[in-house]
């Protein structure tokens, strides 16, 4: 991989302080790592670990109250006391940024093809003929459609994952030594995040760059990175090769971060690996090793004194920080087993589908929005096809889990469902009662059987008000006495592992997983039949993420609650729902027993999507072979003719000319592939793509 031993950016004992009121935060605590030309470094860790601080002083863009020590060297030359009139010429030359928010980082105002040729002419003596020819140049790299057209543009005019293939492009466009990513796929759909993985890649090809990568995602280190330091409290914790800290970790931290990781190949369901407990605050760090509070194997040792990175005898290559290192793997000390997996209750209900209770039944529902022109005088120039005819039921203890790109009609649903509409197209039966017909206290008893979590606990949560008033709000609205909400409040908290004390504490004091255990204490009030969920993990590390889904999967038993979840991770997918429905452009194109689905993906979009689902293992990770869609979610305001999935259909460009027609003039019915698995198209056929 590498073209030389030189390392082109090296840090040696980078350490990281700001200042506080509440005493000096130690965001970085002392990291050292070397890049080569043609190299992947992926640091990970949870969030708060430190990682992207890092990368952040690496390109010198830290507030000027931050105290940074140590050594960040450029081919030789320190950028540490740099001034920032001298590290503008590194920025955008030398060293390229791809952000973690495409949006943020293109200047809404200014076309893409503008800010292109701007991040050339800054750092090369081009014209502005020259600089557009090499921006038309950069954008056909990175697979922007039609660049000619595109390069003129505006930011809010290109779609997620084509902004982020133009901060691509811009990273690129002097051909930097290093490529710096900071989480370059979080908020987009995996479909997109395997094309810009793939550019990323190609950029890297072309360029000869190192990359340094920030990332909590696990898949996407497995294929993309050559090493990876594992970051923990500000400092690393494990240091080696992809391989050496995938598959022989000898850091308790790191087992416990692969083990809490939902995996699409893993056919068996059981519960997964919680790591329990907090990462330390940075202000003031206990004495000795930072994970012991959290470790299974920590000794007096752990406690009293903080392990330094060291080289592991057993694995050629790999440093690990922990005192008992030379243990793991040997004996008593295994992997397999280190943190304790919890036991999932079994159903005790029917376990026939068809004799349970129906809470919820979707008939043929359409939501069509009326687009619109002119500011004064509006006239009605299309029709926005959201949800465009769909069909599902959900019955007592089932989770049904609707999955998708970003616009394909997930969200309009559930409001849809949760809004309980009198005027509509279709059907919404809930809990036997058509929402049509429903008298204002029909509707209001719904309400109280159905309820909601959100995607950000934050947000959803009233920041004002203790934990205990946010719990009582929804018994207070539905006529409870005092008494009785005194009583169900701690009740409540219990059932969501929380202690019973922390009703007087506020949202802001808690963490992110804690926070979504509160959003579905308050769900769980009014003792619910059917709770949705809107992507409730989403926004969690892989670490708190583990607890959450256990516990969903725990009250869906012990309560016999029914779940409406709706998610864009398919490994949470795979691991939490009994049922699927895969969306695409308003329509449902495969459903069915989630196995079946799962293990014999018969339509191409739903093969698209499981194949681009990165796996934590690099030797699998590197060998499959992608199905790679081509181009964006067309606009739901102008659906395709026939099949809607045909434009960026793998298999419609090897149909015959007669296939092909039939895929363009007759929108295919849904066929019976199995006894509870359907696909909508006229050539699927189960394909294996994981």
Request: some cysteine; aromatic content about 4%.
């Amino acid at each position: 991989m590498t073209s030389n031993n030189t390392p082109v950016l090296e840090v040696r004992d980078l350490r990281v302080t700001f200042p506080s009121e509440s005493g000096a935060v130690r965001a970085v605590r002392g990291i050292d790592f070397s890049l080569r030309s043609g190299e992947t470094l992926a640091i990970v860790g949870e969030s708060g670990s430190g990682k992207s601080v890092t990368a952040t002083s690496v390109l010198g863009l830290l507030p000027t109250s931050a105290q940074v020590t140590g050594s960040v060297l450029l081919e030789g030359r320190e950028l540490l006391g740099l001034s920032d009139t001298e590290m503008s010429k590194i920025r955008g030359k030398d060293i390229g940024m791809v952000f973690q928010d495409p949006l943020s980082a293109l200047t809404p105002v200014y076309s893409i093809g503008t800010q292109l040729m701007e991040a050339l002419q800054i750092h090369q003596n081009l014209s502005k003929q020259a600089a557009r020819a090499r921006a038309l140049e950069l954008l056909e790299l990175v697979g922007i459609p039609d660049p000619k057209r595109r390069i003129d543009a505006f930011p809010h005019e290109f779609s997620g994952g084509m902004r982020q293939r133009a901060v691509i492009a811009m990273a690129i466009a002097n051909d930097p030594k290093v490529i710096i990513a900071d989480e370059p796929t979080t908020a987009l759909d995996v479909t997109i995040q395997a094309q810009v993985l793939e550019v990323l890649k190609t950029a890297q090809e072309v360029t000869g760059a190192a990359i340094l990568m920030i990332t909590h995602d696990l898949g996407v280190v497995a294929g993309m990175a050559d090493n990876v330091t594992v970051m923990y409290a500000g400092r690393p914790v494990e240091a080696g090769t992809a391989e050496g800290v995938f598959y022989e970790p000898h850091m308790p931290y790191t087992i416990g971060l692969l083990s809490a990781v939902p995996r699409l190949d893993k056919t068996e369901r059981k519960a997964l690996t919680p790591l329990e407990g907090n990462p330390p605050s940075m202000v003031k760090l206990p004495k000795g090793c930072p994970f012991a509070a959290r470790c299974p194997i920590a000794v007096d040792i752990c406690r009293e004194q903080e392990p330094r990175l060291v080289d592991v005898a057993a694995v050629p290559g790999l440093q690990s920080a922990c005192h008992r290192a030379a243990e793991i793997g040997n004996g008593d000390l295994a992997r397999e087993g280190m943190f304790p997996t919890p036991e999932l209750s079994e159903w005790e209900g029917e376990s026939d589908r068809a004799s349970r209770p129906e809470v919820l039944r979707v008939e043929n529902l359409i939501k069509h929005f009326p687009l619109t022109k002119g500011a004064v005088f509006k006239r009605r120039v299309g029709t926005v096809k959201a949800v465009d005819g769909l069909t599902f039921d959900i019955r007592e203890g089932e989770t049904f889990a609707l999955v998708g790109e970003s616009g394909c009609g997930k969200t309009t649903t559930l409001l849809e469902i949760l809004d309980l509409p009198r005027k509509q197209e279709g059907s919404v039966v809930v809990l036997g009662k058509e929402t049509k017909t429903l008298t204002g206290k029909d509707r209001r008893g719904i309400r109280r059987d159905l309820q909601v979590v959100f995607q950000d606990p934050m947000a959803s949560l009233d920041a004002r008000m203790p934990v205990g008033d946010v719990l009582a709000e929804p018994l207070r609205a539905h006529g409870w006495s005092k008494e009785k909400i005194q009583a169900r409040v701690p009740e409540l908290l219990s059932l969501v592992g929380l202690l019973p004390e922390h009703a007087e504490r506020f949202p802001t004091e808690f963490s992110g997983g804690q926070r979504q255990r509160i959003g579905i204490a308050r769900a769980l009030a009014l003792d619910p039949k059917l709770i949705v969920l809107d992507e409730p993990v989403s926004a969690l590390d892989v670490s708190i993420q583990a607890g959450v889904i256990n516990l969903l999967d725990e009250l869906k038993v012990k309560l016999g609650l029914s779940y409406l979840f709706v998610a864009h991770d398919l490994s949470v997918i795979r691991h939490i729902a009994d049922r699927v429905a895969v969306m695409y452009l308003g329509r449902i194109v495969e459903s069915g027993d989630a196995e079946a689905v799962f293990e014999s993906p018969s339509h191409p979009y739903t093969q698209a999507l499981l194949s681009a689902v990165p796996l934590p293992d690099p030797r699998k990770e590197r060998e499959r072979q992608r199905i790679l869609l081509t181009g964006d979610l067309p606009s739901p305001a102008d659906v395709p003719s026939g099949c809607r999935f045909r434009t960026r259909c793998p298999k419609f460009v090897g149909l015959t000319e007669g296939e092909a027609e039939r895929c363009r003039t007759e929108d295919p019915a849904s066929t019976a592939m199995a006894a509870d698995h359907s696909a909508a198209c006229h050539y699927a056929a189960a394909l294996e793509v994981v």
